[in-house]
C-alpha cells in the first residue's frame, strides 16, 4: 500500500485550484460534443450491453502437448465478483520455471477495448501463483496480484474505464500463453472473470421525487441502514458505480445528479442548494434510511458542493470529499437568497504537456485573496466532521493546499481538525479499488484530453487504502456494520 501520510495544519500556501476552460454564455456553460467523444466523467443514459461471457475458476483447459500435461488457469474465488474484491489467479501444470505471459482484456459499453499484460516464470512446482510470484515486465513489474485489472490501458488515446450500466458486469477474459511476449507462443490456458456492480442482494431503485434525480442503492438484510449521498464533478450525468459497490457495504446510497441528465439542466450554470436540501430530505424521509442525520461523499466539483450543503444545511453528520476546493468552483451557488459566487480565475496560467494534455492546475486564483473571501465555503458552521482524501499529484488543483487552509480555518474558529490522508504519487481522478488509474482522460465538457496525473501502480493501491478509508469513517460517524478487511493478495 502506499505510505499516506496524515497532515498536520501549518501556515496556509497561496495556491490554486482546477478550472474547466469552458465556453461561457448567458446560459451558463456550454458542452462540446465532439463526434465519438467519451465523457471524462461518468455518463450512464446509454444503458450498457448485456454481457453473456460464462465465468468460471477455470474456464477452459487447452489441449497439452503429447505426453504433457494440462494447464489450468483459475481464479478464486470462483464465479462472478464484485468488482472491488480482489481475486487470486494461478495458472498449474506448467513445467518447473516455464516462462509464461498472462494477458487480461476488457471491452467497454461502448466497445472500447483495454488490455494489459505481464511476463512471469513458473515455480519449481509448475505453478505461477500472483499472489506469490512477481511479474517480470510487461504493463507492470513487482508483486501485483490485481495487476490485470488495474493495469488495463485503453487502445484508444485518452479513454477512461468507467461503469455506464451498473446493472451489467464486466467480462475480463484473462489467457496464459507459453512463452515472453512479445514472441510468446501457443495459448496454454483462458478464462473469464466476471466483475459485477451490484453486490449481491443491493437493490438499485430509480429515483424521480419532486425535482429530486438520482438513483438509491440499498443493502440487502432487514432494518434501517446509514444513508449517504454521492456526488461526482463537472461531467455532469448520473454516476452510480461508486454508490452501488458501496451499497455492498452495509450503506443506502443515494447517486444524485444535478445537470446533464434527463429534465436537469444541460449545462453546468448557477447551482441552487435547495435541490440538495430536497435530496436530503427524501433520504432522511426513506423507511430503509436510518436518521437522524445522513453523510455525504463528494469528488472534484462534487467535493465543494457537499462542503456547501455541509456549511448550510441541517442532518449532515459526516462528509468526505476527494480532491476537492474549499470555495465554490465553475458557477455562482444559491441559497434563500444568498449567493456564492465562484472563485476567480487566470486562463493564462493554462498549461499543455509535452503529450498536448491540459494540464490546469494553477488557473484558480488563491482562496485567501481578498478578491475571493466571499467565494469561500464557511466550513465552521458545519455539524460534523470533515475528512478530506488528497492526491498529491492532483493536476486539476492544488487538493493539498486546500485541506491546509480548511484546516486553518476551523481550528480559528474553535472547531476539531478535520481528518486529512495524502497519497503521494496520487491523480485528481480516484476511484474503488483496481479501476486503472485515470491520469488523462478526455473530459466531458472540455472535450479536450486533460492530464488528472497520477503514477498508475501507487495510485492503485491508494485507491484501496482509499476505499477503506471510507468506510471506515462512514461506519464510525454514521453507524452500520464494520467494513470488510479485504485480503491484500
Given at each position: 500500500?502506499?505510505?499516506?501520510?496524515?497532515?498536520?495544519?501549518?501556515?496556509?500556501?497561496?495556491?490554486?485550484?482546477?478550472?474547466?476552460?469552458?465556453?461561457?454564455?448567458?446560459?451558463g456553460?456550454?458542452?462540446?460534443?465532439?463526434?465519438?467523444?467519451?465523457p471524462?466523467?461518468?455518463?450512464?443514459?446509454?444503458?450498457?450491453?448485456?454481457?453473456?461471457a460464462?465465468?468460471h475458476?477455470?474456464?477452459?483447459?487447452?489441449?497439452a502437448?503429447?505426453?504433457?500435461?494440462?494447464?489450468?488457469?483459475?481464479?478464486?474465488p470462483?464465479?462472478?465478483?464484485?468488482?472491488?474484491?480482489p481475486v487470486r489467479?494461478?495458472?498449474?501444470?506448467?513445467?518447473?520455471?516455464?516462462?509464461?505471459t498472462?494477458?487480461?482484456?476488457?471491452?467497454d459499453?461502448?466497445?472500447?477495448?483495454?488490455?494489459?499484460?505481464?511476463?512471469?516464470?513458473?515455480?519449481?512446482g509448475g505453478?505461477?501463483?500472483?499472489?506469490?510470484?512477481?511479474?517480470?515486465?510487461?504493463?507492470?513489474?513487482?508483486?501485483?496480484?490485481?495487476g490485470?485489472?488495474w493495469?488495463l490501458?485503453?487502445?484508444?488515446?485518452?479513454w477512461?474505464?468507467?461503469?455506464?450500466?451498473?446493472?451489467?458486469?464486466?467480462?475480463v477474459e484473462?489467457?496464459?500463453?507459453?512463452?515472453?511476449?512479445?514472441d510468446?507462443?501457443?495459448?496454454?490456458?483462458?478464462a473469464?472473470l466476471?466483475?459485477?456492480?451490484?453486490?449481491?442482494?443491493?437493490?438499485?431503485v430509480?429515483?424521480?421525487?419532486?425535482?429530486?434525480?438520482?438513483?438509491?442503492?440499498l443493502?440487502?438484510g432487514?432494518?434501517?441502514?446509514?444513508?449517504?449521498?454521492d456526488?461526482?464533478?463537472?461531467?455532469?450525468?448520473?454516476?452510480?458505480?461508486?454508490?452501488?459497490l458501496?451499497?455492498?457495504h452495509?450503506?443506502?446510497?443515494?447517486?444524485?445528479?444535478?445537470?446533464?441528465?434527463?429534465?436537469?439542466?444541460e449545462?453546468?450554470?448557477?447551482?441552487?442548494?435547495?435541490?440538495f436540501?430536497?435530496?436530503?430530505?427524501?433520504?432522511?424521509?426513506?423507511p430503509k434510511?436510518k436518521?437522524p442525520?445522513?453523510?455525504?461523499?463528494?469528488f472534484?466539483?462534487?467535493?465543494?458542493?457537499c462542503?456547501?450543503?455541509a456549511?448550510?444545511?441541517?442532518?449532515?453528520?459526516?462528509t468526505?470529499?476527494?480532491n476537492?476546493?474549499?470555495?465554490?468552483t465553475?458557477?455562482?451557488?444559491?441559497?434563500?437568497?444568498?449567493?456564492?459566487?465562484?472563485?476567480?480565475?487566470?486562463?493564462t496560467k493554462?498549461?499543455?504537456t509535452?503529450?498536448?494534455?491540459?494540464?490546469?492546475?494553477?488557473?484558480?486564483?488563491?482562496p485567501?485573496e481578498?478578491?475571493?473571501?466571499?467565494?469561500?465555503?464557511p466550513?465552521?458552521?458545519?455539524?460534523?466532521p470533515?475528512?478530506?482524501?488528497?492526491?498529491?499529484?492532483d493536476?486539476?488543483?492544488?487538493?493539498?493546499?486546500?485541506a491546509?487552509?480548511?484546516?486553518e480555518r476551523?481550528?480559528?474558529?474553535?472547531?476539531?481538525r478535520?481528518?486529512i490522508?495524502?497519497?503521494p504519487k496520487?491523480?485528481?481522478c480516484?476511484?474503488?479499488?483496481?479501476f486503472?488509474?485515470?491520469?488523462?482522460?478526455?473530459?466531458?465538457?472540455?472535450?479536450?484530453?486533460?492530464?488528472?496525473g497520477?503514477?498508475?501502480r501507487?495510485h492503485?493501491?491508494?485507491?484501496?487504502?482509499i476505499?477503506q478509508?471510507?468506510?471506515?469513517?462512514?461506519?464510525?460517524?454514521?453507524g452500520?456494520?464494520?467494513?470488510?478487511k479485504?485480503?491484500?493478495i
Amino acid at each position: 500500500m502506499p505510505k499516506a501520510r496524515p497532515l498536520t495544519c501549518p501556515a496556509p500556501r497561496p495556491g490554486s485550484a482546477w478550472f474547466l476552460p469552458l465556453q461561457s454564455t448567458g446560459r451558463g456553460i456550454r458542452r462540446p460534443k465532439p463526434p465519438g467523444h467519451q465523457p471524462g466523467d461518468s455518463d450512464t443514459r446509454r444503458p450498457g450491453r448485456h454481457l453473456t461471457a460464462p465465468a468460471h475458476a477455470a474456464l477452459s483447459r487447452l489441449p497439452a502437448p503429447e505426453g504433457g500435461m494440462s494447464v489450468t488457469l483459475s481464479v478464486d474465488p470462483a464465479g462472478p465478483r464484485s468488482w472491488d474484491e480482489p481475486v487470486r489467479i494461478a495458472v498449474r501444470g506448467l513445467a518447473p520455471g516455464q516462462p509464461v505471459t498472462l494477458r487480461a482484456s476488457l471491452r467497454d459499453e461502448k466497445g472500447a477495448r483495454f488490455r494489459a499484460h505481464a511476463r512471469y516464470r513458473a515455480d519449481a512446482g509448475g505453478e505461477l501463483d500472483l499472489a506469490r510470484a512477481p511479474a517480470l515486465g510487461g504493463s507492470f513489474a513487482g508483486l501485483e496480484p490485481m495487476g490485470l485489472l488495474w493495469a488495463l490501458e485503453a487502445e484508444r488515446p485518452s479513454w477512461r474505464l468507467l461503469k455506464r450500466d451498473v446493472r451489467t458486469p464486466f467480462a475480463v477474459e484473462l489467457e496464459a500463453l507459453d512463452g515472453h511476449e512479445p514472441d510468446a507462443g501457443r495459448p496454454l490456458a483462458r478464462a473469464v472473470l466476471e466483475r459485477r456492480f451490484l453486490p449481491p442482494g443491493v437493490r438499485r431503485v430509480p429515483v424521480r421525487a419532486g425535482r429530486v434525480r438520482a438513483t438509491l442503492f440499498l443493502p440487502p438484510g432487514e432494518g434501517c441502514f446509514p444513508g449517504i449521498i454521492d456526488l461526482f464533478g463537472s461531467g455532469g450525468g448520473l454516476c452510480e458505480y461508486r454508490a452501488s459497490l458501496l451499497a455492498g457495504h452495509g450503506f443506502a446510497v443515494l447517486a444524485l445528479a444535478y445537470f446533464r441528465f434527463e429534465d436537469l439542466p444541460e449545462y453546468l450554470s448557477d447551482l441552487h442548494l435547495e435541490y440538495f436540501e430536497e435530496a436530503v430530505g427524501f433520504l432522511l424521509q426513506h423507511p430503509k434510511v436510518k436518521g437522524p442525520s445522513v453523510g455525504l461523499l463528494g469528488f472534484s466539483k462534487g467535493g465543494d458542493l457537499c462542503l456547501s450543503m455541509a456549511s448550510f444545511l441541517k442532518n449532515i453528520t459526516a462528509t468526505v470529499v476527494i480532491n476537492a476546493c474549499v470555495a465554490n468552483t465553475i458557477v455562482p451557488l444559491h441559497y434563500k437568497g444568498m449567493v456564492i459566487p465562484c472563485i476567480n480565475t487566470d486562463l493564462t496560467k493554462q498549461k499543455i504537456t509535452e503529450e498536448g494534455l491540459l494540464d490546469l492546475v494553477d488557473i484558480w486564483d488563491d482562496p485567501l485573496e481578498e478578491s475571493n473571501h466571499q467565494s469561500l465555503i464557511p466550513l465552521e458552521k458545519a455539524q460534523g466532521p470533515f475528512l478530506f482524501i488528497v492526491g498529491m499529484d492532483d493536476h486539476n488543483w492544488k487538493s493539498e493546499v486546500y485541506a491546509h487552509i480548511a484546516c486553518e480555518r476551523l481550528e480559528a474558529h474553535g472547531k476539531d481538525r478535520p481528518q486529512i490522508i495524502c497519497y503521494p504519487k496520487t491523480g485528481h481522478c480516484i476511484d474503488p479499488p483496481y479501476f486503472p488509474p485515470s491520469t488523462a482522460s478526455v473530459h466531458a465538457l472540455l472535450g479536450e484530453a486533460v492530464f488528472y496525473g497520477g503514477e498508475p501502480r501507487t495510485h492503485s493501491r491508494a485507491q484501496v487504502d482509499i476505499w477503506q478509508q471510507i468506510q471506515t469513517f462512514f461506519q464510525k460517524y454514521l453507524g452500520g456494520k464494520e467494513p470488510i478487511k479485504h485480503s491484500k493478495i
